[in-house]
């Protein structure tokens, strides 16, 4: 075989490639300062000054306003309160999400993959998306009790299905050209699924996983509210019944904190694992 | 010399192998005999069949360039597919150099229509992971993606993802995966199709010259009359799921674009075959 000089064959090389190394303080900088950031910062100000002018109109009692929240979040720190609350609400969250994740990123790729487990599946899953999962309480508590079971499973049923149903979609929806490229070079069935089919379903399995972090996270709450009344719903729950709104902000400001990081973490898994994609949802 | 298309055309009716080279003893190549493919779909109350090859016949020589050639619909893609093991025939063989073909393998390299390249990898991690499911062994695997991507033109490409690369680059990765197999054919399903005229021109001149360099058995499925002629040996004509004919390129190589214009002989040529499609 002769290997007739690339550059002489292929003309010219088709654009001009040129590699420059970022100094890391500058990819930091640029993290943190950005036009989009500016702009977050200056929407939320505005909304802290709206809050702030409301609050101090109606009355602490009413709606406290941010500048008592820090005393009210200092007590809570002080007392322990939020910090014993917060584990025990991230401990049912993340005990359940976990599940979730596992039973609807499998099942959910045995349905895709499988075209009869799909067939066969689909109406479950569909009726079991469904029912509403707060319906269930009364049967929950018969089942599970009051304790940290019930709140994992009401976790895990909030978020289940939208991890299974997006791993599904995406296994269904990989581009059988790449399943047939793949099949033409030699590739067997576990080649096609560790190779193929669990790269090009990532996108819409992420999809799913952050989908399914909202859930999860009003699943926790709902738990705590309707069962044994514990975790941060628990705290908003007593800081109502006492009428400290300046408390019941501040766990809602740790739920909304909870929120973004668990989405930001996903979104950093994501851009990790799939660096080509913009992902379905965008 | 130039066979008429009516010389062939009954050449072909009457034996179909006849036409097509050496006589059946001579196994090599790609050699296709009376395939057909049928699908069935229910509605209702209803059997709907299609029947996308009716009764197909062909033969490609080793080392030989043929073009498969006829309007959208009359069964080329389909033709390629059976040979790649893709696509299970209703009835009829297909053998590779004597071997009965039963389902993919790696005798057979394959170019799509679009470039199939993973997203997630990079430019020499796509060639290389084909390399793997051909169970290349391990070392030979990247010294080869390398000298494949040289060979189209992409050595300084490798770590690319296939998103960065125009869509001619990405189809030069996927030839350049195709050959990377050493396979004994090459099956290519219009694989310049989607690419702008300047780049199909560069890829098809690019074409010839690597299979100058390392000849082999091609089948190349195109609806472009002038990229058969510029291409090939031999073009066959499809049509409704049938070979309808099968004509000789008697147009000596090198070829050019503008040759093939002036040359009265492949003109005629083109004007016949034209004139079947």
Redesign the interface.
């Known amino acids: 075989m002769t290997t007739t000089a690339a550059d002489a064959s292929a003309g010219p090389a088709p654009v001009l490639i040129e590699r420059e190394q970022i100094p890391l303080s500058t990819v930091i900088r640029r993290m943190l300062v950005s036009r989009t950031r500016f702009v977050q910062l200056g929407f939320l100000l505005v909304i802290l000054v709206g809050w702030e002018i409301a609050g101090r109109q109606m009355g602490t009692f009413f709606l406290a306003p941010p500048s008592t929240l820090w005393a009210a979040s200092g007590e809570m720190i002080a007392s322990g309160e939020l910090v014993s609350a917060l584990l025990d609400s991230l401990s049912s969250l993340l005990v359940g999400y976990s599940i979730a994740i596992v039973v609807g990123v499998c099942v959910g790729f045995l349905m895709g993959w499988y075209r009869v487990v799909g067939k066969v599946l689909d109406p479950f899953v569909s009726a079991g998306y469904v029912i509403p999962t707060a319906g269930l309480v009364p049967v929950f508590i018969i089942w599970f009790g009051l304790g940290f079971n019930a709140r994992v499973v009401t976790v895990f049923l909030f978020c289940v299905f939208e991890i299974l149903i997006s791993t599904y979609t995406g296994v269904k929806n990989i581009d059988p050209l790449l399943i047939n490229a793949a099949r033409a070079f030699g590739a067997n069935r576990w080649e096609l699924f560790s190779r193929v089919a669990s790269r090009a379903s990532l996108p819409y399995i992420f999809a799913g996983l952050r989908m399914g972090a909202s859930r999860a996270v009003k699943g926790m709450i709902i738990a705590e509210l309707l069962f044994a009344v514990t975790g941060l719903g628990g705290l908003i729950q007593n800081a109502a019944n006492y009428y400290r709104t300046d408390k019941v902000f501040v766990v809602v400001i740790v739920l909304a904190v909870i929120g973004v990081a668990l989405a930001a973490l996903i979104q950093w898994l994501e851009s990790r694992a799939t660096p080509w994609s913009t992902g379905p949802s965008h | 010399m130039l066979y008429t298309i009516d010389h062939v055309t009954s050449q072909q009716l009457t034996n179909p192998l006849a036409a097509a080279g050496p006589g059946p003893s001579a196994a090599g190549g790609i050699r296709v005999a009376g395939l057909v493919k049928t699908y069935e779909r229910t509605t209702g109350r209803e059997i709907v069949r299609t029947h996308a090859l009716e009764q197909v016949d062909l033969h490609v020589a080793p080392n030989e360039f043929v073009s498969l050639v006829g309007p959208s619909g009359c069964g080329k893609t389909t033709v390629l597919k059976v040979i790649?093991?893709?696509l299970d025939p209703t009835s009829g063989t297909v053998t590779i150099d004597g071997a009965r073909v039963t389902g993919?393998?790696?005798d057979?390299g394959?170019v799509?229509q679009?470039p199939?390249?993973?997203?997630?990898l990079s430019v020499i991690d796509n060639v290389t992971?084909?390399l793997?499911?051909?169970?290349v062994p391990k070392r030979e695997r990247v010294p080869r993606a390398e000298?494949y991507l040289?060979?189209?033109?992409?050595?300084?490409f490798h770590d690319h993802?296939?998103?960065e690369l125009?869509g001619?680059?990405q189809q030069?990765v996927g030839i350049a995966?195709a050959l990377a197999?050493e396979p004994r054919v090459l099956l290519m399903d219009e694989p310049f199709g989607a690419l702008d005229a300047i780049t199909r021109q560069?890829m098809q001149t690019?074409l010839v010259?690597?299979w100058e360099?390392?000849r082999r058995s091609v089948l190349f499925v195109t609806h472009s009359l002038d990229e058969a002629l510029l291409l090939s040996d031999r073009i066959v004509v499809m049509e409704r799921g049938r070979v309808a004919a099968s004509v000789d390129v008697p147009i000596d190589r090198p070829r050019t674009r503008l040759g093939l214009l002036e040359d009265p002989a492949a003109r005629r040529l083109r004007a016949s075959l034209e004139e079947m499609l």
Request: glycine share 12%; charged share 25%; net charge positive.
């Open positions: 790649a093991g893709l993919p393998g790696t057979r394959v799509f679009q199939a390249l993973m997203p997630w992971l084909a793997r499911f051909a169970k000298r040289a060979l189209v033109g992409l050595a300084d993802f296939p998103g125009s001619g680059m030069r995966r197999l560069h690019e010259r690597i360099d390392e």
